[in-house]
């Protein structure tokens, strides 16, 4: 990729693909942009948009010094990457690590559609591996829509203007774009075995269900479904069904003047005395103190 002189104006390839967005960052910017305090742990360097991108192919046998990430949007490609090769179609977004071998192109039959972004910093490693304790490169998202509502508003950015102050607003969209991944990289699909049971449980917290009771209605060993939840959550369902547990008993604590023995059966409690020893081993402190503190 071409590169530009002038230190203060993005540099757009002329070549490409018609109606494509693409911002390159001087290199001297990017290195200032990392001496910088909000900026250097997270810089863009690139970003774009390829919209039907026929013939669109990079081999880069050496990685690049940058972070890359993609995501397709219509369409679908191939992405090589340690010596496996991952399709990307709709929905699919993969991040290729800074110095890691890699080829990728569009399909020769229905070219992707993507938007990208390069970055560097000293928390990149960290925010595109293991943020969540999930190494796979490949996530299919959840919320599509606010992903690339997030890539448009970052590329608009970076089309306007360079300045430091733009850097910094790209870097805030750019950390919100990979945690938002890497969420979705764990949460579980629409109607999913684990979604179908996390959404039981979220409509059951004045009641208990076992494992094994709950594995059986979304067709899954009670095994299976608990490595599921720890994937997800990093605890089982019980866990998982106490925090539901522990969220509503706050809420009412917090708007309504119940007592703590009706916000107790409202969650399933039916010894309210076993209520509020679970809830200070939660929070530090009783039913009754936690609705004393001032908050907000």
């Known amino acids: ?156 950015i970076m089309e306007r203007r360079l300045s430091p102050a733009h850097l910094l607003t790209a870097s805030g969209l750019a950390w919100l774009l990979l945690t938002r991944i890497a969420a979705d990289s764990v949460l579980p699909a629409d109607g999913s075995p684990l979604e179908r049971a996390m959404r039981y449980l979220e409509s059951r917290v004045d009641g208990d269900i076992s494992v094994a009771e709950l594995a059986g209605m979304v067709g899954l060993s009670a095994s299976h479904l608990s490595a599921l939840f720890r994937e997800a959550t990093g605890s089982g369902p019980a866990a998982f069904h106490t925090a539901l547990k522990m969220t509503r008993a706050r809420a009412l604590l917090d708007t309504t003047t119940l007592p703590v023995t009706e916000i107790a059966a409202a969650v399933g409690y039916a010894d309210p005395l076993y209520f509020s020893r679970h809830f200070r081993r939660v929070h530090g402190v009783s039913p009754t103190g936690y609705r004393a503190q001032h908050k907000g």
């Open 1 to 156: 990729m071409d590169e530009t002189t002038m230190d203060a104006a993005p540099h757009y390839r002329i070549e490409g693909f018609e109606n494509q967005r693409l911002c390159v960052v001087p290199r001297p910017q990017v290195e200032a942009a990392l001496e910088r305090p909000g900026t250097r742990r997270l810089t863009v360097t690139d970003a774009g948009f390829f919209p039907a991108a026929s013939g669109h192919r990079r081999q880069r046998r050496n990685g690049a010094r940058e972070t890359v990430v993609l995501l397709c949007v219509a369409g679908s490609g191939t992405v090589r990457l340690g010596g496996e090769t991952h399709g990307l179609s709709p929905s699919a977004c993969i991040t290729l690590p800074a110095g890691a071998p890699h080829e990728y192109q569009a399909s020769s039959d229905d070219p992707w559609t993507i938007w990208w972004m390069h970055v560097r910093g000293t928390d990149v490693a960290e925010l595109t591996g293991p943020l969540l304790g999930v190494t796979r490169p490949l996530t299919r998202l959840r919320s599509l829509e606010h992903v690339v509502a997030l890539f448009d508003e970052l590329v608009g």
